[in-house]
């Protein structure tokens, strides 16, 4: 009997397998044929990436699970590898601050074992078991400076060097990103300033800015994750190592997403800009800004939208609310 994906919600222990028997009980509609090839072990089950990934491997039928270890509890990983057998293993797990960065000034030696003691344990877990480990890191470790002035269109590639340490979070994932470039393993994905079509997630930096009550407004790099999660799954499809700026292609600045909300959910939206000095003062830590060169990915996968597109046609598109403006 072939295996069939099922609708069914992961049970409480985390571990969701998606290779369920053929159930006369389930509607024609829900049974998808499962890749017997692929069978991802991923870790981030509660988090926001972590989550779009197990949707992703429901709609496209891969068989996966998720990691019930912690990542800096070794023997913890070693028995996950050991149950699941994966194919390749996602990392979308490490501690991001709540409500945000700041959390990570007040937090350093949660955030070294996590980001630092924990990803590097994973990535040595596969190595050890020949895995490769898709890591989602950030490109929050650069800022724009002399070489790469801002409007320039000259973007950070995957070769340079971080140059923003302005918070503990940037700095201990630049310290992670250098150490991870000897494991030949592992494909490090740059994320930055994620934005998926849930705009009610207040994780989504769209749901961010708008109920901000003041915002700056500079060009940066972002990940569309309605477009580019699909694309991790086909880098791992293909065993893509070593790093990628995992950004759409082009910047976008804050009041270019205010005005496309405008126009696409509330055209009664307004709001006030502040600088970056005035920004300072109601943060603890410092924010990057930067454009990130997106050619690498952009060569592997020439069907990816530039970030204005992208955000269009994932995002605002699909949720918009104002009447189409007639031609
Ligand atoms: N969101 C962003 O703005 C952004 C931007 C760029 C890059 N990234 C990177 O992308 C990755 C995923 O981000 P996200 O926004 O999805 O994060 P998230 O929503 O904060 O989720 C983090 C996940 O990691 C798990 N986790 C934390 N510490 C762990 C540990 N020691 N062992 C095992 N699991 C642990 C959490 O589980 P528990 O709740 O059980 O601890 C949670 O499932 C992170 O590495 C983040 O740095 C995120």
């Known amino acids: 009997m072939a295996p069939v994906a099922s609708a069914m919600p992961a049970p409480a222990n985390g571990v969701h397998s998606q290779e369920v028997e053929e159930s006369p009980a389930l509607p024609a509609v829900a049974a998808k044929k499962m890749d017997p090839s692929l069978k991802f072990l991923i870790y981030g089950r509660t988090g926001w990436l972590g989550g779009l990934l197990g949707k992703l491997c429901e709609k496209q039928g891969i068989p996966y699970e998720y990691g019930s270890g912690r990542l800096e509890n070794r023997s913890s990983l070693e028995a996950d590898v050991a149950a699941v057998k994966p194919t390749h293993v996602f990392n979308a797990a490490g501690v991001t601050g709540r409500p945000n960065v700041d959390w990570c000034e007040s937090h350093k030696v949660e955030t070294i074992r996590a980001?630092?003691?924990?990803?590097?344990?994973l990535a040595d877990v596969c190595k050890q078991n020949g895995l490769i480990m898709m890591n989602f890191a950030t490109g929050c470790i650069f800022e724009y400076d002399e070489k790469h002035p801002l409007g320039s269109g000259i973007g950070f590639k995957e070769e340079d060097t971080p140059n923003?340490?302005?918070s503990y979070y940037s700095k201990t994932k630049a310290m992670v990103e250098d150490l991870l470039r000897e494991f030949d393993n592992v494909c490090t994905l740059r994320v930055r300033m994620p934005i998926s079509s849930d705009l009610q997630n207040p994780r989504n930096f769209i749901s961010k800015i708008v109920r901000y009550q003041?915002?700056?407004d500079i060009p940066n790099s972002m990940t569309i994750l309605d477009e580019l999660l699909p694309i991790s799954i086909e880098m791992a499809k293909r065993n893509l190592t070593g790093i990628w700026n995992f950004t759409n292609p082009g910047v976008v600045s804050h009041n270019e997403i205010m005005e496309m909300y405008k126009e696409y959910i509330d055209p009664e939206l307004s709001w006030v800009n502040f600088t970056i000095e005035e920004q300072a003062k109601v943060i603890v830590a410092a924010r990057s800004n930067n454009e990130m060169d997106a050619s690498?990915?952009?060569?592997?996968?020439?069907e990816m939208l530039g970030i204005k597109e992208s955000l269009i046609k994932f995002v605002f598109a699909p949720n918009r609310k104002t009447k189409a403006a007639s031609k």
């Open 164 to 166: 923003f340490a302005g």
């Open 214 to 216: 003041k915002i700056v």
């Open 115 to 121: 980001n630092v003691v924990g990803t590097l344990t």
């Open 296 to 302: 690498k990915l952009a060569k592997e996968f020439p």
